[in-house]
């Protein structure tokens, strides 16, 4: 399938590393860029401080004993301000989010797509733009002074390829080589060698815009889906079998006591998970509900800013 506003093309093979033996990784663009990140190497890590399981990349040779002092030495430092980066896969239509309907070619190019000139709110800085009638939310933040809005950004000498489009927006530079993104270069001018968290992809995978040279960054699926799970197990078995895992006894043999070294750090990281496995996370402001994942890890990162992790 190359279905681009759902990842599944070459580029998120390319990130996840997978290809299939005797055939390597699908074409969909002969030259299309590397995904910045690809390769980077990746290491598990549970961070016992702030009951995490991360996925950290470009750790490099350093312990992962050096990541927990990392984190609790950055979360016992004053507070900083947290950047949080959205990025929208496939179809924002900026032709339709802010229609130019002052524009006499705008609906001789979309007579069936143009919308109406009195519809929707005229956009402030240029009364000529209007904003679509679905965003009159974000058309009210951006009255208020909340919301800035640079419309019709772009690059010059544009081949029309989705990929190589993606790749400069997620690199911020018109370089089809670059393998770094624009926050990771950031973080590789600002950031520390020890604390993972300082770049957060709230993800499966690395985003590409967060992909680092030098220092080290992570992503994290989701907090509140940590859990252990055993097929046809449920009801009072499952929680018996959840409340002996971890209580192996200390054992003479070298397998068996890294065994029970892991189950019960595995076992302490699902106490700390607890309290966020309802998904309320402790928040009083309403998210939307939806079968998107999207709401429910805005809800899950303003739990981790408000618990004062070092993001």
Not at 268 to 274: S, T, V
Request: proline share 9%; net charge negative.
């Amino acid at each position: 399938m190359a279905c681009s506003c759902n990842e599944f093309t070459r580029a998120a093979a390319l990130r996840r590393s997978v290809a299939e033996a005797g055939r390597g990784l699908p074409v969909i663009e002969p030259g299309m860029p590397i995904p910045a990140g690809t390769g980077l190497d990746r290491r598990a890590f549970l961070a016992r401080t702030v009951g995490l399981a991360l996925s950290v990349y470009g750790a490099g040779k350093l312990p992962l004993g050096l990541f927990e002092e990392g984190i609790a030495r950055a979360q016992s430092a004053p507070p900083g301000p947290v950047l949080v980066s959205v990025f929208l896969e496939g179809g924002a239509d900026s032709m339709s989010m802010l229609f130019p309907t002052g524009h006499p070619q705008y609906t001789s190019f979309r007579p069936q797509l143009a919308l109406a000139p009195g519809d929707g709110q005229p956009f402030s800085e240029d009364t000529s733009l209007r904003w679509h009638p679905s965003l009159s939310p974000l058309c009210q933040l951006h009255s208020e002074g909340k919301v800035t809005v640079i419309p019709a950004i772009g690059y010059t000498n544009a081949d029309q390829s989705h990929f190589t489009s993606r790749h400069y927006w997620e690199v911020g530079a018109t370089d089809a080589h670059l393998l770094t993104g624009w926050l990771g270069r950031y973080l590789d001018a600002a950031g520390t060698l020890d604390n993972p968290l300082q770049g957060l992809a709230l993800s499966y995978q690395l985003h590409p815009s967060l992909a680092s040279s030098n220092v080290p960054v992570a992503c994290v699926s989701a907090v509140d889906d940590y859990g252990f799970w055993a097929s046809n197990v449920w009801g009072q078995v499952e929680d018996r079998m959840l409340d002996a895992i971890g209580t192996f006894p200390p054992v003479a043999d070298p397998a068996a006591s890294k065994v029970a070294e892991v189950t019960q750090q595995s076992a302490e990281l699902r106490a700390q998970l607890l309290p966020f496995a309802d998904g309320d996370w402790g928040t009083t402001v309403p998210y939307p509900a939806s079968q998107d994942d999207f709401p429910s890890r805005l809800r899950g990162l303003a739990a981790m800013i408000a618990a004062g992790l070092p993001l």
